[in-house]
């Protein structure tokens, strides 16, 4: 027991360096070295200054940008929590129900043949992290009417950023497409400024 | 959905090849043997020994010394982890200036972490320390992980001895593990994260003028680190308190792809360990395949369930079919990179292990997606289930089978040799019971206990009945996923520990369901080892029922089934399964 005591008292503090100091600071240290921008967040710019992080999504107003998923959270990148609607809660039909008439009231204007049937999920579901930094590439299409006709850009060339801001499947096999929202407005302000 | 199941087919196919190769490589590891990490890592494992005074050659340990030894070194580790939980205003590390949290959370949370279950009432970016994530918690995702392979270790040797009282040494397997499989393939495993965008850094975090003109404060961290070994040894307390579906801590489809292998690459492959430690391999792929079959129909059911949508989403007037440039389905807690396909597989593969991990959220599952994790907590992890542990609960059911199906056949039961008797079959019966036992009391006192109302979220309904039912299956099975409205922790101003406080009766409760159902399980398993271990095997005769045939895989199967359906199906239909069976709205 004295032995086993003594024993444990060693390995506690022994591993408590290794595994909880040497080995972090350790994967820290390569990783900083070999790996900088991702390491400390994958920061985007724009006209010289951070402007977010292309992983972490941000919640975008107006007519000029491209809108990204509903949030729990509001795009909280330090507070982050699950919205934790259930399957069959009654509020969280109202909230989707509610997030459908919006954004068919923001694009439809421009799209005219939009109709509630062709909203995309992604649009009007809250996301996981609450902070997703994609849309859909059919929610994508759908805003890039309003985009394209308060941008004054042609529709054509609006697609073609969209195409250029979209993450495909990792090795064109893992996961499923997304359009970065963060990406996709930054080169909109570089292209068309408002 | 065609995409998705091919995701999930390319998924299940990369496991299956890497389970020969890692399980032989673990099988040498712990029998003493040489590998290819020998060169480097021997001259610290030497070390190890001489530092904790440990002889392993000469120092075999019957089954009461192991055991003493386990519990010993993790009780020391639990005081050692409170203490650091409640100690955090005078830590390094500590760039947002973050106090303790309440008493009774860190009682429940050192209790999670040392029973390798995870279970967090609390986030993390939010509450704790860079010191308390990185030395307390993230040291326990390692040495919980290696004291679960360990048993189960000290079980096969029993199992394997050809009359013997030794079981090993408990101090050279924990050192051999941690040394040889954890630390190198975590160190891995973090830098590939890392590469992919997950964050490993100290600095504080940051405020952001976002490009629409407001704020944004990214929280940072030492996460890569913490990620890598959170899977590898099935533990699953996120660095995030939304775990694995935050893009720090899981990037792209790529990383969700990686860490779900993770996850499951070390369970999977110690059934070809155990086939190559007993001498027949066939013995570790019967297991394997009762696993297997159990775990794909999992991923099946949930897959289709949440391609389907929820009855409020359609009330609402969704669409919730796929077409071009949408994924359709149940999207709603749910990442777009991941889709309704990633999501569901990885739904699977954190409830068969005892992982926990989640990168969608559990609560907002469709009814009869729910109940898969549900379902796979009901096997009392077996299906896979945590490093170690989930074979040796497994091995109780294989000796449980052995017997019934001697009965059967009306010959002695005996599994590679070794008769089955009274003392093993009592103690295999109260080992596959004590846990569901465990979450039955429990969960039944949550849920009329009217002071348990206030963890609730959902309120009073079937939603409301899964949150508190799987909180103490969760915990009882050491899996660590949660429905997460459910909450022992209260935090009016967030981030930081200023006003928070705890839900004592939640905390409690969970925090001994947890001791309970991890080291009432180990204890027994490792008396059986002892009894198993003094047994001299004979050579099979003609009675003697076979443990590597499809019939044996198929009564397996029906046996976990038959215990997991018996003891939980009647809560399984009130939670999820009522929810998915209507589409009234409460």
């Given amino acids: ?194 | 959905m065609s995409q998705g199941w091919f995701q999930i087919a390319l998924f299940v196919a990369v496991l299956v090849a890497l389970v020969r190769p890692v399980g032989s490589y673990m099988a040498r590891v712990f029998t003493d043997q040489r590998v290819f990490l020998t060169p480097v890592v021997g001259p610290i494992e030497r070390l190890a020994y001489r530092a904790l005074r440990v002889r392993p050659d000469e120092e075999g340990q019957d089954w009461k010394a192991y055991a003493r030894s386990l519990i010993v070194f993790s009780l020391l580790f639990w005081v050692a982890l409170y203490a650091i939980l409640r100690t955090q205003g005078v830590q390094p590390f500590n760039p947002e200036g973050f106090g303790s949290g309440p008493w009774d959370l860190s009682f429940n949370t050192a209790s999670s972490f040392v029973t390798n279950t995870n279970w967090q009432y609390y986030g993390g970016e939010t509450t704790l320390t860079y010191f308390a994530q990185m030395a307390g918690l993230a040291v326990q995702n390692f040495v919980s992980a290696a004291v679960g392979i360990a048993v189960l270790v000290a079980l096969i040797r029993g199992i394997a001895a050809r009359s013997a009282t030794s079981l090993g040494n408990f101090w050279q397997d924990l050192v051999r593990i941690l040394l040889y499989v954890l630390l190198p393939i975590s160190a891995v495993g973090a830098l590939f994260l890392v590469s992919q965008g997950a964050i490993q850094n100290l600095s504080d975090s940051q405020a952001i003028h976002t490009l629409g003109g407001g704020t944004q404060i990214l929280a940072q961290g030492p996460v890569a680190s913490q990620e890598a070994i959170k899977l590898l040894g099935t533990n699953g307390g996120g660095f995030f308190n939304v775990n694995s579906a935050y893009p720090f801590e899981n990037p792209s489809g790529l990383t969700n792809f990686v860490e779900m292998l993770l996850i499951l690459v070390v369970p999977a492959a110690l059934t070809y360990t155990y086939g190559r430690m007993v001498g027949s391999q066939r013995q570790g792929w019967a297991i394997f395949s009762a696993m297997f079959v159990l775990f794909v129909a999992g991923v099946v059911v949930v897959y289709l369930a949440e391609q389907h949508g929820t009855p409020a989403q359609h009330a609402a007037g969704l669409h919730t079919g796929a077409f071009d440039g949408s994924t359709g389905g149940n999207l709603t807690g749910k990442e777009q990179r991941f889709g309704i396909a990633g999501s569901s597989l990885w739904t699977a593969v954190t409830t068969v292990t005892s992982c926990g991990a989640v990168n969608a959220a559990f609560e907002s599952l469709t009814g009869i997606g729910g109940a898969v994790p549900f379902a796979n907590l009901s096997f009392s992890e077996v299906v896979f289930g945590g490093v170690g542990a989930g074979l040796y609960s497994m091995l109780l059911y294989v000796l449980l089978a052995v017997f019934i199906g001697g009965l059967m056949v009306g010959r002695t039961p005996e599994y590679l040799g070794k008769k089955i008797q009274e003392r093993e079959i009592k103690l295999v019966a109260l080992g596959v019971l004590v846990t569901p036992l465990t979450v039955l009391i429990s969960a039944g006192i949550a849920s009329a206990a009217p002071i348990a109302k206030r963890s609730l979220y959902a309120g009073v309904n079937p939603t409301g009945f899964s949150e508190t039912v799987y909180a103490y299956l969760s915990q009882g099975n050491n899996n660590g996923s949660a429905w997460a409205g459910y909450t022992g922790f209260l935090q009016p101003n967030p981030p930081g520990n200023v006003g928070a406080y705890g839900l004592g009766f939640t905390d409690l409760l969970g925090g001994v369901v947890l001791i309970a159902g991890r080291f009432a399980p180990i204890l027994l398993v490792l008396a059986v080892a002892g009894a198993l271990a003094g047994k001299k095997a004979s050579p099979p005769g003609l009675g003697t029922l076979r443990t590597d045939n499809p019939t044996f895989v198929f009564l397996l199967i029906g046996i976990v089934i038959l215990v997991g359906a018996l003891t939980f199906l009647p809560a399984i239909l009130l939670g999820p399964v009522a929810n998915g069976l209507t589409a009234r709205l409460f």
């Fill in chain 1, 1 to 194: 027991m004295r032995r086993d005591l003594l024993t444990s008292l060693t390995a506690v503090v022994a591993m408590t360096v290794v595994l909880g100091l040497a080995y972090p600071l350790a994967i820290a240290g390569v990783a900083q070295v070999l790996f900088p921008g991702s390491a400390n967040g994958s920061k985007v710019s724009f006209e010289g200054r951070v402007v977010g992080s292309e992983l972490i999504g941000q919640e975008f107003g107006g007519s000029a940008f491209f809108h990204s998923r509903p949030s729990a959270t509001e795009y909280s990148g330090n507070v982050t929590f699950f919205g934790n609607a259930g399957p069959n809660s009654a509020a969280a039909r109202d909230a989707v129900r509610e997030s459908l008439a919006a954004y068919v009231r923001r694009e439809k204007p421009y799209d005219g043949s939009l109709t509630a049937g062709r909203v995309p999920v992604d649009a009007v579901t809250e996301s996981a992290s609450g902070v997703d930094p994609h849309i859909s590439e059919a929610n994508a299409r759908i805003q890039a009417h309003r985009v394209a006709a308060v941008r004054r850009l042609s529709l054509a060339r609006v697609e073609e950023l969209i195409g250029e801001s979209t993450d495909g499947r990792s090795l064109g096999l893992l996961g499923e497409p997304g359009v970065n929202v963060l990406r996709l407005n930054i080169a909109l302000e570089e292209e068309a400024p408002r």
